[in-house]
């Protein structure tokens, strides 16, 4: 049978430790290469601009031994309206296994139900799941554990925020958000969390004794004309020096990229 990535709460904690552990031992091989992949496809279907994402996609699948497809979205027949169920059909007879990084969460969902192969999310506007699982690599790698940290995440309550919510869910590690009002995470993303996760308004609530703090653009991509207004609504929200230093004194400041 096989499984998808859509969002973190896919995992369970025992996959998410598997995912990270096999990680940094691919990690520590250094650029050595394995061919655990030979013969196998990733198309990589993208509608939004990426740098790290595409990359590291790309990278991480020729050095197992595959070979990536890239498709644009606006160059398949899906912008002339093909359904994304007969589109899912296709690829599933051609490639092995498919990311996708677009708009709608809808889409991601939709191509992962009518699709024969596993399906992963390489961003929406709703979730980033291996965005962060790459970041609570880095931090394992880091720091030895997840569990008993304190991970703040101070800015908008975006998909990156979103798929921390989930992340500390499944883990249980404890996260604590400060967003602005009217940047508050989603209520069905929030909703019905743990003690371990708390919406905070004062940034330096979620920096103090914070083991990791996690920060992201004020405007992220489709928001450029939100530009101006963003930056005085979070004007607060800086992460600065101010506010690493409540953290612990080996505090990991971490941002998931671009920034500008």
């Known amino acids: 049978m096989k499984k998808d990535l859509l969002t973190i709460r896919d995992l369970s904690k025992e996959d998410i430790i598997t995912l990270i552990d096999r990680g940094i031992e691919?990690?520590?091989?250094?650029?050595?290469?394995?061919?655990?992949?030979?013969?196998?496809?990733?198309?990589?279907?993208?509608?939004k601009a990426s740098t790290r994402t595409r990359v590291s996609f790309e990278v991480a699948m020729l050095r197992l031994?595959?070979?990536?497809?890239?498709?644009?979205?606006?160059?398949?027949?899906?912008?002339?309206?093909?359904?994304?169920?007969?589109?899912?059909?296709?690829?599933?007879?051609?490639?092995?296994?498919?990311?996708?990084?677009?708009?709608?969460?809808?889409?991601?969902?939709?191509?992962?139900?009518?699709?024969?192969?596993?399906?992963?999310?390489?961003?929406?506007?709703?979730?980033?799941?291996?965005?962060?699982?790459?970041?609570?690599?880095?931090?394992?790698?880091k720091k030895g554990g997840l569990e008993n940290l304190k991970i703040a995440w101070i800015g908008d309550g975006n998909n990156v925020a979103h798929s921390w919510i989930n992340a500390a869910r499944v883990i249980g590690f404890n996260l604590v958000l400060a967003c602005p009002p009217g940047y508050h995470p989603l209520p069905e993303v929030l909703g019905g969390s743990g003690p371990n996760i708390r919406l905070v308004d004062d940034p330096r609530d979620a920096a103090d004794g914070a083991d990791v703090i996690n920060t992201d653009v004020w405007a992220s991509m489709g928001q450029e004309d939100q530009r101006a207004k963003r930056s005085a609504d979070f004007k607060g929200f800086q992460v600065n020096m101010a506010l690493v230093n409540l953290g612990k004194p080996d505090v990991l400041v971490m941002h998931c990229l671009p920034a500008h």
């Open 26 to 47: 691919l990690k520590t091989k250094g650029r050595k290469p394995e061919r655990n992949l030979t013969g196998r496809i990733l198309g990589l279907m993208f509608n």
């Open 65 to 141: 031994g595959g070979e990536t497809l890239f498709l644009s979205m606006a160059d398949t027949q899906m912008s002339r309206d093909e359904t994304i169920e007969d589109t899912a059909r296709v690829l599933s007879r051609y490639i092995d296994i498919l990311a996708i990084r677009t708009y709608s969460q809808e889409v991601v969902e939709e191509m992962a139900r009518w699709a024969d192969i596993p399906v992963i999310n390489a961003l929406t506007d709703l979730y980033h799941p291996c965005q962060v699982l790459s970041d609570l690599m880095t931090i394992k790698d």
